[in-house]
């Protein structure tokens, strides 16, 4: 999987993304940013939510909700050709990452099927004819 992502990040970086899908792609992200329908949120808990991360980090909330400014700067360096290129070049050369293994626990199943049992039988003890 990784060596598959990379080879396509590779090619990104080397060929590029076609204009027409990068100003698709902010055309679109300009929408959702716009998009009052937030699922099974209400809208004021999903902007909270967005602004959460600024507050966090010593940003200004307000101005992150404002997403005009970026939109425009982004649009702007859209038009060179090769603006996608050099972010995904930086990207692959940058040395910070991180791998995660992961790989199965095969007595898991059984330790939570003994706890179970466990909480069950305590469960059953507690318990009175009635």
Same mark, same amino acid.
């Given at each position: 999987?990784? %060596?598959?992502? =990379?080879? *396509?990040?590779? +090619? *990104?970086? %080397?060929?590029? $993304?076609? #204009? ?9 992200? !300009?929408?959702? #940013? %716009?998009?009052?329908? +937030?699922?099974? =949120? ?11 991360? @600024?507050? @966090?980090?010593? +940003?200004?909330?307000?101005? =992150?909700?404002? $997403? ?6 982004? &649009?702007? !360096?859209?038009?060179?050709?090769? =603006?996608?290129?050099? #972010?995904?070049? %930086? ?6 990452? *991180?791998?995660? *293994?992961?790989?199965?626990?095969? +007595?898991? @199943?059984? &330790?939570?099927? #003994?706890?179970?049992?466990? &909480?069950? /039988?305590?469960? @059953?003890? !507690?318990? /009175?004819?009635?």
């Amino acid at each position: 999987m990784e %060596r598959l992502v =990379f080879d *396509v990040l590779e +090619g *990104v970086a %080397r060929d590029g $993304v076609p #204009q027409e899908t990068i100003e698709a792609v902010l055309t679109q992200l !300009e929408i959702a #940013q %716009r998009e009052l329908g +937030g699922g099974h =949120f209400p809208h004021g808990l999903q902007l909270l939510t967005r602004i959460l991360g @600024a507050k @966090a980090h010593g +940003g200004e909330p307000v101005a =992150f909700l404002d $997403v005009d400014a970026a939109i425009e700067e982004l &649009r702007a !360096e859209i038009a060179d050709p090769d =603006f996608i290129k050099r #972010q995904v070049r %930086r990207l692959l050369d940058s040395p910070h990452r *991180v791998r995660l *293994v992961m790989g199965p626990d095969p +007595g898991l @199943a059984k &330790r939570r099927e #003994q706890a179970e049992r466990k &909480r069950l /039988d305590a469960l @059953a003890k !507690e318990m /009175d004819a009635a």
